[in-house]
């Protein structure tokens, strides 16, 4: 990739007073961008910098919604070269549905999960331990209490010495 600028200006139009966070806005443009052809692989996307300078707002929510777009799949960055459209699409991204909703917040694939799939697929110790992880974020009686605080017990020396 070479040091040229974005081929284009993002014609998108942001609404502040919105419930959606900034950075989501500037995602779901991205992505139905790319999903209805507007964006084709491999294009150049503007820096987050000359980005946030055209929709006149801060860096930040544009970094965040391109880490997500990476995340996803839409977007490569390339150190010292750009971002661009990445060249292969997630195939579960590419679904008719996706292209007449739109990616909407709620059905965001992280929302609904508590744990990765990768998680999701363990099996025997690996689940119970991960169960039992769960129920100890919930438990009242966690972290088990000795009388001591933690700090106390951490830091005291061990009996008979």
Same mark, same amino acid.
């Not at 992505?31 to 084709?40: D, T």
């Given at each position: %990739?070479? =040091?040229? @600028?974005?081929?284009?200006?993002?014609? %998108?139009?942001?609404?502040?007073?919105?419930? &959606?966070?900034?950075?989501?806005?500037i995602? %779901?443009?991205?992505?139905?961008?790319?999903?209805?052809?507007?964006?084709q692989?491999?294009?150049? +996307?503007?820096? &987050?910098?000359?980005?946030?300078?055209?929709?006149?707002?801060s860096?930040?929510? +544009?970094?965040?919604?391109?880490?997500?777009?990476?995340?996803?799949?839409?977007? $490569?960055?390339? *150190?010292?070269?750009? *971002?661009?459209?990445?060249?292969?699409?997630?195939?579960?991204?590419?679904?008719?549905?996706?292209?007449?909703?739109?990616?909407? +917040?709620?059905?965001h694939?992280?929302?609904?999960?508590?744990?990765?799939?990768?998680?999701q697929?363990?099996?025997?110790?690996?689940?119970?331990?991960? $169960?039992?992880?769960? @129920?100890?974020? *919930?438990?009242?009686?966690?972290?088990?209490?000795? =009388?001591?605080?933690?700090s106390? @017990? %951490?830091?005291?020396?061990?009996?008979? *010495?």
């Amino acid at each position: %990739m070479s =040091g040229r @600028a974005a081929s284009f200006n993002p014609p %998108m139009a942001l609404d502040p007073s919105s419930e &959606t966070p900034l950075y989501r806005q500037i995602s %779901m443009w991205f992505q139905r961008a790319i999903l209805s052809g507007k964006l084709q692989p491999g294009q150049r +996307v503007p820096s &987050t910098r000359a980005l946030a300078k055209e929709l006149r707002i801060s860096r930040i929510p +544009v970094l965040s919604a391109y880490e997500l777009l990476i995340a996803d799949g839409y977007l $490569q960055s390339f *150190t010292g070269a750009g *971002t661009c459209v990445s060249r292969s699409i997630p195939d579960g991204l590419l679904r008719p549905q996706a292209l007449r909703e739109g990616p909407a +917040v709620a059905a965001h694939p992280r929302a609904r999960r508590a744990v990765s799939r990768r998680a999701q697929s363990l099996g025997g110790a690996a689940r119970a331990w991960l $169960q039992d992880a769960a @129920a100890a974020r *919930t438990s009242s009686n966690f972290p088990p209490h000795s =009388g001591r605080s933690s700090s106390a @017990a %951490m830091h005291a020396r061990p009996r008979g *010495t």
